[in-house]
């Protein structure tokens, strides 16, 4: 069921391939450092490798930068909200998943063997869920061990699967939701099957997905019409 559709700011993000997270810590804070991640932050894959950091009132705060300066899309904080994970579609076979520390500082560049598009990390710390857009896979990578785990769901419907999100409780066990394109947006249950499609009249190319803090409802938004929407998870 459809909730609310909204039009702005991002689905002006999504129409451009752009890709955006708020930073909701839920335990501990951030490292010291001379440009300080806050609660309501706003990270903006900008390309080239970058995301722009801005506060939660639209100022500017910084750029972090990869050195291999290809396109970003998703990105994920572990659950001190003091270490990020970004993506960058240039490296060995296609993609890599770039380490920051909370001051903006590259840890390293992990090597998944596949393109990076979508992250997650789930809750062990260690366990990265992304989508690579073409191959209709869900897959997993053990950032920790640096070493490539089972897919979690293969065969997925569309032509691309992008934006992904765990839910609760966060270590794939409930499922996850993942957008595929022109099939919707799909929920898959803690096995990898599809257990439930949403969708909207007229609206194609599904891309971004947030979850919403009240728990019960996420976030979608097009990147053909710029419309995003809030939809019921039951």
Request: proline fraction near 5%; glycine fraction near 12%; include cysteine.
């Amino acid at each position: 069921m459809v909730l609310t559709r909204r039009r702005g700011v991002v689905g002006i993000l999504v129409g451009t391939m752009l890709a955006f997270v708020v930073l909701l810590f839920r335990t501990g804070a951030p490292a010291s450092a001379a440009t300080t991640w806050n609660p309501g932050d706003v990270f903006v894959a900008v390309g080239n490798g970058s995301y722009n950091v801005y506060n939660n009132a639209g100022v500017f705060k910084q750029t972090i930068t990869s050195p291999l300066g290809a396109t970003t899309t998703g990105c994920s904080f572990n659950l001190a909200g003091d270490k990020l994970y970004t993506t960058n579609w240039r490296h060995s076979l296609g993609g890599s998943i770039d380490h920051f520390d909370a001051a903006g500082n590259l840890i390293a560049n992990l090597d998944p063997g596949v393109r990076t598009d979508w992250i997650d990390l789930a809750k062990d710390q260690k366990t990265m869920f992304y989508s690579d857009e073409v191959s209709h896979a869900v897959h997993r990578f053990d950032v920790s061990a640096r070493s490539a785990l089972p897919d979690f769901a293969t065969g997925l419907p569309g032509p691309n699967t992008f934006a992904l999100r765990l839910l609760p409780p966060g270590d794939g066990t409930g499922g996850l939701l993942v957008a595929t394109s022109n099939a919707g947006i799909q929920r898959l249950d803690g096995s990898g099957h599809i257990v439930q499609t949403y969708n909207a009249p007229g609206e194609t190319k599904w891309f971004a997905v947030n979850l919403d803090p009240n728990g019960t409802s996420f976030w979608s938004g097009s990147a053909t019409t710029d419309n995003f929407y809030r939809f019921n998870i039951a």
